[in-house]
């Protein structure tokens, strides 16, 4: 039962552990959980769990009813051993960047460098979106950059976020089930060369067949089709 739970513990964090600020935000993520999940039901158990944890661990000051309430019903959920003040703490620490880390993450913040990422894509042509989710052209251009991935099947698409933090960065990811795509964010601390090239954006970069990236202000159905007809 403990390593299904500790499984569990798992597979939610991503989706649960960063999104929580203030209190307002705790009230309501506590009345969500109250709206669309059963108590007894183990989601439940382990949402209330981590809720209670991340107030802690935020010193956020919560109002006495909710959280005299929230105290009594983690008091009874599966997660309370499990889920320690000790364990949120480490899993909250993995949300900065560290210069003796390799150049880019991945959403599950396993540091990565660009050639084993591009090595998943060897002998193919490969389209790199440098962006960010604050950055509104970026954000109206992906619907295009998907589009791609229909039109062109052999075309891969890696998409690389420059922005800093690693939280809005998985946050946006989530709230738009995005996570499950080639999305991988520069390690603000280490960032390799390729990056320091890129001064604005959006850009994109096409992998050519040599290994050698080459950078564009701009893609369309055209430029695609020449990169495309090189490999």
């Known amino acids: 039962m403990d390593v299904v739970i500790s499984e569990i513990f798992l597979k939610l964090n991503g989706r649960a552990i960063f999104r929580n600020k203030t209190a307002a935000d705790i009230t309501a993520h506590i009345e969500w959980i109250n709206n669309n999940l059963s108590k007894g039901s183990v989601p439940r158990h382990y949402l209330i769990a981590n809720v209670y944890l991340q107030s802690k661990s935020a010193k956020i000051r919560l109002p006495a009813k909710t959280s005299k309430a929230l105290k009594q019903e983690v008091a009874s959920s599966v997660f309370k051993n499990s889920v320690s ?4 703490n480490a899993q909250s620490r993995e949300r900065f960047d560290d210069k003796k880390e390799k150049n880019y993450y991945d959403v599950s913040g396993n540091s990565l460098s660009l050639k084993s990422i591009l090595e998943n894509y060897s002998g193919n042509p490969v389209l790199i979106d440098f962006g960010a989710s604050w950055c509104l052209p970026c954000m109206q251009k992906i619907p295009e950059i998907e589009q791609y991935r229909k039109d062109f099947i052999d075309l891969n698409i890696v998409m690389i976020s420059i922005e800093k ?8 990811l989530f709230d738009h089930k995005m996570e499950n795509f080639s999305y991988y964010r520069v390690n603000s601390l280490n ?4 990056v320091k090239k890129i001064f604005e954006i959006p850009k994109y970069g096409f992998v050519n067949r040599n290994g050698s990236i080459t950078i564009l202000n701009e893609v369309n159905d055209s430029i695609i ?3 495309i007809k090189t490999f």
């Open 225 to 227: 089709k020449n990169n």
């Open 165 to 172: 933090s690693r939280d809005g960065w998985r946050k946006y």
């Open 191 to 194: 960032p390799d060369s390729l």
């Open 85 to 88: 003040i000790q364990r949120y």
